[in-house]
RNA sequence: GGCGCCGUAGCCAAGUGGUAAGGCAGAGGUUUGCAAAAUCUCCAUUCGUCAGUUCGAAUCUGACCGGCGCCUCCA
């Protein structure tokens, strides 16, 4: 186990070390499940989706916890907005939040545990911080006291005295007069009696935000975690809180690691709900493979900022999303990659012992080492294109006039497929139902149906087989001309769509 | 005001002291009846600008220019 990551709280990368070598306790901020997850989502989850994969490949054991914020204010504002009950709201969205993930080849996490069936837990904590003279109660609302844990702001590397609070201008007057320090947060808010709510000895109320994923977290993996994830913009308040409070109570450290990936942007500016500016994966999964979706999370490192780039028409429709299409063609020459090592015929693999390529050989141990470096995807696909290109080789060279394929790169080649499910959780699908899909999606955004084609090109080849090669060039061009292309092959002419 | 990040080819993007990965686009070759697919070759003497440190810098230091994030809604 040779993993380095990128640590908030020192500011460098170091060597991940649990607590316990064979087994990480890993804990990942889901999300509020009050829309559908949008493409900072996606990122986001398929980021620490590779890290345990790639944690679990090493031989680790990986505990993986990733919550799903069910009690919350925005939840409220939007149940209200649309007329439905909170928490049927919330079951609504993370039903759709969970299919959404798995359509992305994300595993699904060890624990996800739900604020609603943790307030007993949360209760407890919140009591245990005002034994401990961390927290106090004012007026039905409970506050932590920021100046009652001196580090606070180690994570963010602030100071408190030089925060300029309520520079996003976001304070509520009202809340803010309960606070004895402006900075002070809340651990449990009043709620109104017919509101959404629970009895607590403070009053009836609601958790506040941070308290859910300490009392979670420490619920399911003890009170020191190894690694604790999210996207960047939880690094201030929520981490931070979620440090204040669980080691004000507990005396330990909270997180050995602090990993953080970098924001999608849209027009430069991050995505979110709150701006407006965001696509939902949904959007995607309709236009685009959503293997394209994840394909392209790791183009860029998971920590540097993602811009997403689209197109559109006169009227301001959006017509296309360059860089998901780019990644499309991407996954589809994965697959086609794939259905040729697979469809090699027998007599094709020979037992020679000639020694395999460096590229297919040693692709396994260059994606580990890839990972290794604080996940860095990037060079991981760089790796991924060098031994996709060499399987090729080995196929055009198996597929030539007399040409064999010596077993033994076969065999390090299947292999090497294996290792790209598990380290990334590409290539995991039927290469044929992929690529198949892809074809009928492109041909049905352009009109077509697969029958006309197949009419036509049947007409083509029996032009051919009359050696009329006009009329077959004439039906080619015709049919590219509708955006479809035409492969002669031994067995006959399929088609795919041209990208 | 405080904290932090980024600027690498036409585009996307790795690389953080030893002489620029990978992808897209582009040019040429192999293959093909012609194509497509696949593959091969070529494609940044240079890393925002200017100084400095060093035998050596895209990588370290300083200044400047340009872009962005956070400072209690956020993945």
Redesign the pocket.
Known sequence: MNVRLYNTLTGQKEPFEPADPNHARVYV?G??VYDYAHL??A??YVVYDVLVRHLRSDGMKVTYVRNITDVDD?ILKRAAETGTEPTELATRFAAAYSEDMHRLGNLDPDIEPRVSTHLEDILALVQRLIDGGHAYVADGDVYFSVESFPQYGKL????LG???????D??DDAQ?AR?RH????ALWKRSANDAWGWESPWGRGRPG?HIECSAMSMKHLGDTLDLHG?????????HENEIAQSEAATGKPFSRCWMH?G???VD???????LGNFFTARDLFDRIEPEAIRYFMM???YR????LDWTLDEAGNVTGFP?FE?AE??VA?LY?TKQRLEGLPPKRVSDSGAPSSPEIAGFSAALRESLDDDL?M??A??KL??F??AV??L??EATRKKGKAPRNSVDWAKAGFGALEAELGLGAESADVVLLRIRDRRARASGLEAADIERRIADRSDA?KSKD?SE??RI?DELAALGV?????PEGTGW?MAD
């Open positions: 901020c999300p509020t900072g989502h990122r986001c925005k963010s590397h602030r100071d030089k925060m300029k609070v309520g520079a996003s976001r304070l803010t606070k402006p900075a002070d947060f935000w999210g996207g960047l913009d939880l690094v201030f308040p929520h990936n924001f999608v942007e430069k500016e991050k995505m979110s709900k709150s183009t860029v490192h540097a900022p993602l811009s860089q780019e063609r991407r020459y086609k860095n990037p060079v696909l760089a294109a060098d996709l290109k090729n080789e196929c055009d051919r090669f077959a060039d080619r292309e035409l492969l002669d092959g795919t």
